[in-house]
Every structure is written in C-alpha cells, then in structure tokens.
C-alpha cells in the first residue's frame, strides 16, 4: 500500500508565503511516480489542478497561479513540493496532493493524499 502525506497548510496573510510538502512512501518498493501534483478545493466548488509535474520535471499551472506559485519535485525522495507566494484570500482552499501512476509490484494506481487547509486572511 502507498501512503501520501501533506503537510505545511495553515493561516496565511494576503501577500504572504507558504510552501506545501507531499510524500509518498511505500512499505515495500516504488519504482516510479508518472506525475505528482496538486488540486485544491474550495467550500462548495469542484476540486481543481493548481500544479503538477510530469517526468522531465513538465510543469502544468493553473491560470490564476502562474508567477505565484512553483512547484517542484525531488525523485529520490518521492516529494513534491508547491510554494506560495502573492497569495490571496481566493487561493483559501483544502490543497490534496496527488500522485499519479504509482508503480509497485501491484499494478499502477493513483493515489490521493487526506489534504491540507490553507486559509488566507488578515
């Protein structure tokens, strides 16, 4: 079974930056990750890409998030990171992480992290 796991979500000013960590791990072995990436979802709305890296480190932004947000991702350690700048009270949202195409010895699956609250307000 794969495990991810979030973290840094939390209050944040408008302005303000905070960097978010994702983990994948494993009790036995992971042999790739396609893509990790980031949704969010705000109360009431459908759940939405933010960021996502593919192999070669291809990056997809959302529209609202280009020049604010960076994500990145170490291969070694199956993370993925997104940090936050500029932000602003409509980035206020649960941010899931996602890891895409987990390849074990059971056949590719993806999987979804529990998510993190990001609240941005003064």
């Known amino acids: 079974q794969v495990q991810i796991v979030e973290s840094g979500g939390g209050l944040v000013q408008p302005g303000g930056s905070l960097r978010l960590s994702c983990a994948a791990s494993s009790s036995g072995i992971i042999f790739s990750i396609a893509a990790m990436g980031w949704y969010r979802q705000g109360p009431g709305e459908e759940r939405e890409l933010v960021a996502r890296v593919a192999r070669a480190n291809r990056t997809d932004y959302a529209d609202s998030v280009k020049g604010r947000f960076t994500i990145s991702r170490d291969y070694a350690k199956n993370t993925v990171y997104l940090q936050m700048s500029r932000m602003k009270p409509e980035d206020t949202a649960v941010y899931f992480c996602?890891?895409?195409?987990?390849?074990?010895?059971?056949?590719?699956?993806?999987?979804w992290g529990q998510g993190t609250q990001v609240t941005v307000s003064s």
């Open positions: 996602r890891a895409e195409r987990v390849a074990t010895t059971n056949p590719p699956k993806d999987y």
